[in-house]
C-alpha cells in the first residue's frame, strides 16, 4: 500500500467518525432543542389562556372551534397539570401518525356579576406536534453525507496532485536507489529536488552508498591479500620441504616427518582456500550467473569419482533427467557437486550405497553410513566435523550452504534409517522453482 | 630449457631455482617486474615462470611483453590469486598455464615436461623411462613396444611419475595432480595405493621391472 493510500485511508476513517459522531450530537442536540421549544410554546400559551380566563371570567365561545389543538370542556373537580408525549393521527395525511405534546392543566374561575355563585372548573388540553425525527434524521443524514463526498473527492484531488508532484522526487530516488550494485563504481545519480528533506534523503542515501561500495572494496582488496600473504609462505615451506624430500641418505623417520609437514602444509592450503572462497561467495563476488547444464555436469563428477565409487565397493543408483538447465554460478557449480558426492562417498560405510537422482529444480543425493555425530541443526556450521576423521576440514557442508544461500537453492538434510538424504531444490534457468 | 623465473619471495624463489637446476635448466631468476622486464630485453628464454603480484609492476604486463617479443617462450603464471577472473585474463594473453600457490614442485615440473612436450623444444613428443613409452596425442602407453591398457587416472598417474624420474611424489602432490585441490579429502591416499598396485599389476604383465618405489608413509619414486 503506498503512503499516500495509507494516508488517505487514515483521513477517510478519521473523516467518516466525525461525521458519524458529529451527526449523531447533532441529531440529538436538535432534537432536545426542538422539544424544549414546544413546551416552552405549550406554557406560554396556558400563561395566556389562564391570564384572558381570570381576567374575563368566562369562557369565549369562539375558542374551541378555531383549532383542533385546543380542548376546554368544564369540570367538577380542579384538574391537576400534567404534560405528556402522544401519538395522534395526522389531520393532514390519513393514515400517518404524529407525535404530539399534550399539555393538560386547569382553570378555576368565578362567573363574572354572580358573587354568590360556586367556582367553575375548567380543564384544558392544549396540544402541539412534534417535529418529525424521521424527517430531522434524514436531513442530518443528507446534509452531512454530502459533506463526506465532498471531502473524499477533495482528498483523492490533493492526493494525486501530491503523489505526482510532492512525492516524484522521491519515487525517482527510490528507483534509483533500486539499481545501486555494489560492485560498480560510479556513484548513484539522483534527480534534482527542491524539497529540504528529499535533498537530505539523497545526500544521506549518496554518503550511505559510497561508504557501502568503499568498505566492500576493501574487503575484496584484503580478502586477495590475504589470500597472497598466506598463499605466498605456503608455497614457500612446501616447495623447500619438497627438495628437502629429495636429499639423498634421509632416515624412514625423516622421510615420513617431512611428509607429514607436508601433508599438514597442504591441508593448511586447502583450508585457506576454502576460508577465502567462503569469503568471497559472501562478497557475492561470484554475481555472474549462467545456464548450467547440471546434468552434464552430474554425470561428468559420477565419472571423475566413479574409480573411487568402485574402489569403495559403493552401488551406485542414478536416474539423472537430461538436460536440466540450471541458473548459477558454473565455478560455485562445480565445487557444490563435487562436495555433495565426495561427502556422500566419504562418509558411506564398506560396500554402502549412493542413490543420485536428478529432476528439473530438484537434486537429491542418498547415500548409506553411520547416524551423523553432530546435531543436525549444526551441520551445516563451519569446523563442525566428525572428530575421528583427521582428513576432513570440516567446511564442506558449510561451503554447500553458503553456495546455496548465495543461488537461491534450498537445501535440506535427513538421516532416517540408515540414509543420509540431501535434497537441493533449485530455480531452473527460466527462474522457475 | 633456458628459464626465467619471476618471483618476489626470495625463499621460494630459490626453492625453485634450486629444484629445476636439479632437473638440469638453466635458470635465471628477476625479484620484480622491473628486473625481470630488462631480463626479456637481453636474453631470450625457453620458459618463463611468472608470478602476478610483484613489487613495482604486474606481472601480466610481462606475459603481454612476452607475447609481444618472444612469441616462441612458453608462459606459466604462478600466483597466490585463485580468482577466475585472473586465471582467463592470464590464458587469454598467452599464457600457456597457470599454477596457483601453494603448488608441489613436481607439479610444476610435470606442467613444464607437458608444455616442453607440446613445443617440442625437444624434438620428441614421447615420455620415455626404460621400456616404457607414452604416447601423449594418442595417449598411448607401451612397454617394450607392446601396448598396455590403463584407466584414464592409471595413465595420467603414470606420466605423473615419468615427468618426475627420480623424485619423491608425496601421495598429497600426487593425488591432488589426478583430482583437484579444491575438495575436501576422500581417503584418497588409500584410494591412491589401490590405483598405483593396479598400474604395478598392468606394467609388470608386460614384463617391465618394478620401477615405481614405495617410500613408506610418504610416497613414491620412480627410479631405475
Redesign the interface.
Known amino acids: 500500500m503506498k503512503l499516500i493510500h495509507k494516508a488517505t485511508r487514515s483521513f477517510l476513517i478519521a473523516c467518516l467518525l466525525v461525521a458519524g459522531l458529529g451527526g449523531v450530537f447533532c441529531f440529538f442536540l436538535l432534537k432536545k432543542i426542538f422539544s424544549e421549544e414546544a413546551t416552552e410554546q405549550l406554557y406560554a400559551q396556558k400563561k395566556k389562556l389562564t391570564a384572558h380566563l381570570h381576567q374575563t371570567r368566562q369562557m369565549p365561545e369562539n375558542w374551541y372551534a378555531l383549532t383542533d389543538s385546543l380542548a376546554v370542556v368544564r369540570v367538577k373537580e380542579p384538574v391537576a397539570e400534567t404534560l405528556t408525549d402522544t401519538v395522534l393521527a395526522n389531520p393532514l395525511e390519513p393514515g400517518e401518525m404524529l407525535d404530539y405534546r399534550i399539555l393538560t392543566f386547569g382553570v378555576s374561575v368565578l362567573p363574572l356579576g354572580n358573587p354568590a355563585s360556586e367556582t367553575r372548573h375548567y380543564k384544558i388540553t392544549i396540544q402541539n406536534p412534534l417535529y418529525e425525527t424521521e424527517d430531522l434524521s434524514m436531513a442530518i443524514f443528507t446534509v452531512f453525507a454530502g459533506l463526506i463526498i465532498a471531502l473524499v473527492l477533495a482528498l483523492l484531488l490533493v492526493n494525486y496532485w501530491l503523489s505526482n508532484r510532492l512525492w516524484l522526487p522521491f519515487y525517482k530516488t527510490l528507483d534509483t536507489l533500486s539499481k545501486f550494485r555494489i560492485n560498480e563504481e560510479q556513484p548513484l545519480a539522483f534527480a534534482p529536488t527542491t524539497t529540504i528533506e528529499f535533498q537530505a534523503l539523497q545526500t544521506n542515501l549518496d554518503q550511505l552508498t559510497r561508504l557501502v561500495r568503499q568498505e566492500y572494496a576493501s574487503l575484496k582488496t584484503f580478502t586477495?591479500n590475504a589470500?597472497?600473504?598466506?598463499?605466498?609462505p605456503?608455497?614457500?615451506?612446501?616447495?623447500?620441504l619438497?627438495?628437502l624430500?629429495?636429499a639423498p641418505n634421509l632416515t624412514?623417520s625423516q622421510?615420513?616427518q617431512?611428509?607429514g609437514l607436508?601433508?599438514t602444509?597442504?591441508?593448511l592450503?586447502?583450508m585457506n582456500?576454502?576460508l577465502?572462497?567462503l569469503t568471497?561467495i559472501d562478497n557475492r563476488?561470484f554475481g555472474t550467473q549462467e545456464r548450467v547444464d547440471f546434468s552434464a555436469s552430474l554425470n561428468e563428477k559420477m565419472t571423475?569419482w566413479e574409480?573411487?565409487i568402485q574402489?569403495?565397493g559403493i552401488t551406485v543408483d542414478q536416474q539423472i533427467e537430461p538436460d536440466v538447465d540450471i541458473l548459477v554460478n558454473p565455478?560455485l557449480a562445480d565445487?557444490l557437486l563435487?562436495?555433495l558426492l565426495?561427502?556422500a562417498?566419504?562418509h558411506n560405510l564398506p560396500n554402502g550405497r549412493i542413490s543420485v537422482a536428478l529432476f528439473p529444480q530438484k537434486l537429491i543425493i542418498r547415500n548409506t553410513g553411520n547416524p551423523p555425530t553432530v546435531p543436525i541443526g549444526q551441520l551445516w556450521e563451519r569446523f563442525q566435523k566428525d572428530s575421528t576423521d583427521q582428513?576432513?576440514?570440516g567446511?564442506?557442508l558449510a561451503l554447500v550452504a553458503k553456495i546455496c544461500q548465495s543461488s537461491g537453492f534450498q537445501v535440506s538434510y535427513e538421516y532416517a534409517q540408515g540414509w543420509h538424504e540431501v535434497v537441493l531444490a533449485m530455480a531452473d534457468s527460466t527462474g522457475q522453482r | 630449457m633456458k628459464i626465467l623465473l619471476v618471483e618476489d619471495e626470495k625463499s621460494l624463489a630459490a626453492a625453485i631455482l634450486d629444484f629445476l637446476r636439479a632437473e638440469g635448466h638453466v635458470c635465471e631468476w628477476a625479484a620484480d617486474a622491473q628486473a625481470a622486464d630488462e631480463k626479456i630485453d637481453v636474453y631470450e628464454y625457453d620458459c618463463a615462470l611468472v608470478d602476478i603480484m610483484l613489487p613495482n609492476g604486474s606481472g601480466l604486463d610481462l606475459v603481454r611483453k612476452l607475447k609481444e617479443t618472444q612469441s616462441r617462450s612458453g608462459i606459466i603464471i604462478i600466483s597466490a590469486k585463485n580468482s577466475l577472473d585472473d586465471k582467463v585474463q592470464g590464458l587469454d594473453l598467452g599464457a600457456d598455464d597457470y599454477l596457483t600457490k601453494p603448488f608441489h614442485l613436481s607439479e610444476l615440473n610435470a606442467r613444464l615436461n607437458a608444455l616442453r612436450r607440446r613445443r617440442q623444444f625437444d624434438g620428441s613428443p614421447e615420455i620415455v623411462f626404460g621400456p616404457i613409452k607414452v604416447l601423449p596425442d594418442a595417449k598411448e602407453v607401451r612397454v617394450s613396444g607392446q601396448p598396455v591398457t590403463l584407466t584414464r587416472k592409471e595413465y595420467d598417474l603414470l606420466v605423473y611419475l615419468m615427468s618426475n624420474p627420480g623424485r619423491v611424489l608425496t601421495k598429497g602432490a600426487i593425488s591432488e595432480h589426478l583430482y583437484g585441490d579444491d575438495i575436501d579429502q576422500v581417503d584418497r591416499f588409500d584410494f591412491l595405493y589401490s590405483q598405483m598396485k593396479n598400474l604395478r599389476k598392468k606394467l609388470a604383465e608386460q614384463g617391465c621391472p618394478d620401477y615405481i618405489q614405495t617410500i613408506y608413509g610418504v610416497g613414491y619414486k620412480l627410479t631405475a
Open positions: 586477495e589470500s597472497h600473504e598466506l598463499q605466498t605456503l608455497a614457500v615451506i612446501s616447495s623447500n619438497e627438495q624430500l629429495q624412514q622421510l615420513e617431512i611428509g607436508l601433508d602444509t597442504g591441508r592450503a586447502r582456500q576454502t577465502l572462497l568471497k563476488q571423475l574409480a573411487l574402489h569403495k565455478h565445487v563435487n562436495n565426495t561427502n562417498i566419504k582428513s576432513s576440514l567446511l564442506g
